[in-house]
């Protein structure tokens, strides 16, 4: 054995070259996989919920589609405590002064690709506090905005029919 | 006893109004104090629920508290904020805060723990202020009106209520008696709803998700009766200065009595299954004691007030209408632990809905509004109005047609600080037990 491991040791490698693989193919590959992957794993959305000065009236309907009527976990979409774990990030509130720069730690500690979802009137386009000097202004100021779901507070029917289209 | 304290500033001047109530149940009253230079001296000296509206008129109006004993900036988050020492052994830290794990408001809490046991905590707010106050500032009376509304979204109504009373007081407006009723049932529609959310998650937070399902789905019936009702969920400017904006239709009203007996007879489910569950029942009796004696030093009002012996209920101690229309029956436990909070509750919430029906029943005809005079000269008028957390002190000066200067005093500011010393020597996991038993709002008091 030992002769062998030594011969081993001193010869030319017999491992060959990598095949060839075309751009074309690769990317035919790995579009493959992604529609596999989507089939399988692209029904469903992580939620992180960010008020950023509501009044708290979008977070209660927000709560609310977790309530037996509305079951928001069975069109896939989940509310989780982390941004870490998240896909989307729901944003309320005129953005105070006060929660800019925990709005962008929460963007920025989520994994790309990732959504942004304003919801209610003061995250779309700052409500009734647009002209607060302790406001930022709108949601779209300090992260850019992929969806609106205007309302004082939008009720839960229409929040289920902004975040179920975001899926499709 | 202490009510509110705030300030207004023009140029070199300030003005400083603090409203105290008697004991024994008499309306809020105001005195104003012109400061000298632009300093005053401090109330949170002798009422330390007065010490976080004084931090906050320092941040606002940059006038001085002469002695406040503890003078950290409030709302003013520019500088680092420092946090209260913890010295000893073994002690660390636990930053939570502002974003939380669940979809609440946002706010930061800073526990200082020996192993489990939590030593101290400090909550620290401001997060949502968005300068409610000043754009109420020079509003339109009705505009400002819609402000008020949302001060606190779980409290529209009640904030509501609170601020047009006051508008109404000022201007000597007298509502039709339709609206007065109709007034009443919304701030009922309100409180149930609030409080069937709230029993339930209280107890999803002692791990008994159960009570918590059926609880979230007594607050959706709420919410959609509200809907059906007055046209929006949480019944937002549908309490305007001079009335109410909808009217209420006769099928409506079959709606509700048909409806709120039936959500009533669920809800004894609920509760006979709170009392019978001896796990549930060992993580709540006992836990986050608020003792009545520091409760009554830090004002607190509302189920967390009444939890402690505070025997107080704005709508029996400073009846105002409708309230005059049933005897009310105060809950008043004197055990302050997270269960005597949800019994409050419990008992609320069947007056809630005996109040309704019985406003039902006396609905008389009429007009849903009085106009607003045409009054060019400056007025205040100030009301108390209960609302689901406690009462709701609004002052308001008017002018014009226009809102001069207003104060919205959210039963918050006194929870919190109460919180913080009732959270001392429990366990860290009966944090959220304890602060959902509280619920204490953020925009309230962040304003």
Same mark, same amino acid.
């Given at each position: 054995m030992r002769r062998i491991l030594i011969e081993s040791l001193f010869r030319c490698k017999l491992t060959e070259q990598p095949p060839l693989i075309t751009d074309a193919e690769k990317a035919a590959l790995v579009g493959h996989l992604d529609r596999a992957a989507q089939r399988r794993l692209g029904r469903s959305l992580a939620i992180r919920e960010v008020d950023a000065g509501s009044c708290n009236g979008c977070e209660l309907e927000i709560i609310a589609l977790n309530n037996a009527l509305y079951d928001l976990e069975r069109f896939g979409l989940k509310i989780v405590a982390s941004p870490r774990h998240a896909d989307v990030l729901m944003v309320t509130g005129p953005v105070t002064r006060n929660m800019r720069d925990a709005l962008s730690l929460t963007y920025e500690a989520m994994p790309a690709p990732k959504f942004v979802v304003a919801v209610g009137d003061c995250a779309c386009t700052g409500g009734m506090f647009a002209q607060s000097p302790a406001c930022v202004g709108t949601v779209g100021h300090v992260v850019p905005i992929d969806l609106r779901i205007p309302g004082c507070p939008p009720d839960p029917t229409t929040l289920l029919r902004g975040l179920i289209s975001l899926m499709t | 006893m202490f009510v509110a304290i705030w300030a207004e500033r023009d140029g070199d001047a300030g003005v400083v109004h603090l409203a105290?109530?008697?004991?024994? %149940?008499?309306?809020?009253?105001?005195?104003?104090?012109?400061?000298?230079?632009?300093?005053?001296?401090?109330?949170?000296?002798?009422?330390?629920?007065?010490?976080?509206?004084?931090?906050?008129?320092?941040?606002?109006?940059?006038?001085?508290?002469?002695?406040?004993?503890?003078?950290?900036?409030?709302?003013?988050?520019?500088?680092?904020?420092?946090?209260?020492?913890?010295?000893?052994?073994?002690?660390?830290?636990?930053?939570?805060?502002?974003?939380?794990?669940?979809?609440?408001?946002?706010?930061?809490?800073?526990?200082?723990?020996?192993?489990?046991?939590?030593?101290?905590?400090?909550?620290?707010?401001?997060?949502?202020?968005?300068?409610?106050?000043?754009?109420?500032?020079?509003?339109?009376?009705?505009?400002?009106?819609?402000?008020?509304?949302?001060?606190?979204?779980?409290?529209?109504?009640?904030?509501?209520?609170?601020?047009?009373?006051?508008?109404?007081?000022?201007?000597?407006?007298?509502?039709?008696?339709?609206?007065?009723?109709?007034?009443?049932?919304?701030?009922?529609?309100?409180?149930?709803?609030?409080?069937?959310?709230?029993?339930?998650?209280?107890?999803?937070?002692?791990?008994?998700?159960?009570?918590?399902?059926?609880?979230?789905?007594?607050?959706?019936?709420?919410?959609?009766?509200?809907?059906?009702?007055? %046209?929006?969920?949480?019944?937002?400017?549908?309490?305007?200065?001079?009335?109410?904006?909808?009217?209420?239709?006769?099928?409506?009203?079959?709606?509700?009595?048909?409806?709120?007996?039936?959500?009533?007879?669920?809800?004894?489910?609920?509760?006979?299954?709170?009392?019978?569950?001896?796990?549930?029942?060992?993580?709540?009796?006992?836990?986050?004691?608020?003792?009545?004696?520091?409760?009554?030093?830090?004002?607190?009002?509302?189920?967390?007030?009444?939890?402690? %012996?505070?025997?107080?209920?704005?709508?029996r101690d400073i009846s105002y209408l409708p309230y005059d229309i049933l005897p009310i029956v105060v809950p008043c436990f004197t055990s302050g632990d997270v269960d005597a909070r949800v019994r409050v509750r419990m008992v609320e919430i069947r007056q809630s809905v005996a109040l309704i029906l019985a406003l039902l029943d006396t609905l008389p005809d009429g007009p849903l509004r009085t106009p607003l005079p045409d009054d060019a000269s400056p007025r205040a008028g100030s009301a108390t109005v209960e609302g689901f957390r406690g009462d709701i002190f609004a002052h308001v000066r008017v002018s014009d047609g226009h809102v001069a200067g207003s104060f919205l005093r959210d039963p918050s500011w006194f929870l919190w600080p109460a919180l913080e010393v009732a959270i001392e020597g429990n366990i860290v996991a009966d944090f959220p037990l304890c602060n959902k038993s509280f619920n204490a709002g953020y925009s309230g008091c962040d304003l």
């Amino acid at each position: 054995m030992r002769r062998i491991l030594i011969e081993s040791l001193f010869r030319c490698k017999l491992t060959e070259q990598p095949p060839l693989i075309t751009d074309a193919e690769k990317a035919a590959l790995v579009g493959h996989l992604d529609r596999a992957a989507q089939r399988r794993l692209g029904r469903s959305l992580a939620i992180r919920e960010v008020d950023a000065g509501s009044c708290n009236g979008c977070e209660l309907e927000i709560i609310a589609l977790n309530n037996a009527l509305y079951d928001l976990e069975r069109f896939g979409l989940k509310i989780v405590a982390s941004p870490r774990h998240a896909d989307v990030l729901m944003v309320t509130g005129p953005v105070t002064r006060n929660m800019r720069d925990a709005l962008s730690l929460t963007y920025e500690a989520m994994p790309a690709p990732k959504f942004v979802v304003a919801v209610g009137d003061c995250a779309c386009t700052g409500g009734m506090f647009a002209q607060s000097p302790a406001c930022v202004g709108t949601v779209g100021h300090v992260v850019p905005i992929d969806l609106r779901i205007p309302g004082c507070p939008p009720d839960p029917t229409t929040l289920l029919r902004g975040l179920i289209s975001l899926m499709t | 006893m202490f009510v509110a304290i705030w300030a207004e500033r023009d140029g070199d001047a300030g003005v400083v109004h603090l409203a105290g109530r008697r004991d024994g %149940g008499a309306a809020a009253e105001v005195v104003s104090l012109v400061t000298s230079g632009l300093h005053f001296p401090s109330i949170g000296r002798h009422h330390p629920s007065a010490i976080l509206m004084e931090r906050a008129i320092q941040d606002l109006h940059g006038l001085i508290a002469d002695g406040l004993p503890d003078p950290r900036p409030w709302l003013d988050h520019r500088s680092t904020y420092e946090f209260k020492p913890v010295i000893g052994a073994g002690v660390h830290q636990i930053p939570v805060g502002p974003v939380h794990a669940g979809t609440i408001e946002p706010g930061h809490f800073r526990f200082s723990v020996n192993g489990e046991t939590i030593v101290r905590l400090e909550t620290r707010l401001g997060y949502t202020h968005k300068g409610t106050l000043g754009l109420m500032r020079g509003k339109p009376i009705n505009q400002a009106a819609q402000l008020a509304g949302r001060v606190s979204g779980d409290s529209t109504v009640a904030y509501a209520f609170a601020f047009v009373r006051a508008v109404e007081q000022a201007l000597g407006v007298v509502v039709p008696p339709r609206t007065i009723v109709l007034r009443g049932i919304m701030a009922e529609l309100e409180r149930l709803a609030n409080h069937f959310g709230d029993l339930g998650a209280i107890c999803n937070d002692a791990g008994f998700p159960l009570i918590n399902a059926h609880g979230a789905v007594l607050r959706e019936r709420v919410l959609r009766l509200s809907a059906a009702c007055f %046209g929006h969920r949480l019944m937002m400017d549908r309490i305007v200065p001079g009335g109410v904006a909808v009217d209420l239709a006769d099928g409506d009203t079959k709606a509700l009595t048909t409806a709120l007996p039936a959500l009533l007879a669920q809800f004894e489910r609920l509760v006979e299954l709170y009392d019978k569950t001896a796990s549930l029942q060992d993580r709540v009796v006992g836990t986050g004691r608020l003792d009545p004696a520091i409760a009554r030093r830090l004002g607190c009002g509302g189920p967390v007030g009444r939890a402690s %012996g505070q025997d107080f209920d704005a709508r029996r101690d400073i009846s105002y209408l409708p309230y005059d229309i049933l005897p009310i029956v105060v809950p008043c436990f004197t055990s302050g632990d997270v269960d005597a909070r949800v019994r409050v509750r419990m008992v609320e919430i069947r007056q809630s809905v005996a109040l309704i029906l019985a406003l039902l029943d006396t609905l008389p005809d009429g007009p849903l509004r009085t106009p607003l005079p045409d009054d060019a000269s400056p007025r205040a008028g100030s009301a108390t109005v209960e609302g689901f957390r406690g009462d709701i002190f609004a002052h308001v000066r008017v002018s014009d047609g226009h809102v001069a200067g207003s104060f919205l005093r959210d039963p918050s500011w006194f929870l919190w600080p109460a919180l913080e010393v009732a959270i001392e020597g429990n366990i860290v996991a009966d944090f959220p037990l304890c602060n959902k038993s509280f619920n204490a709002g953020y925009s309230g008091c962040d304003l």
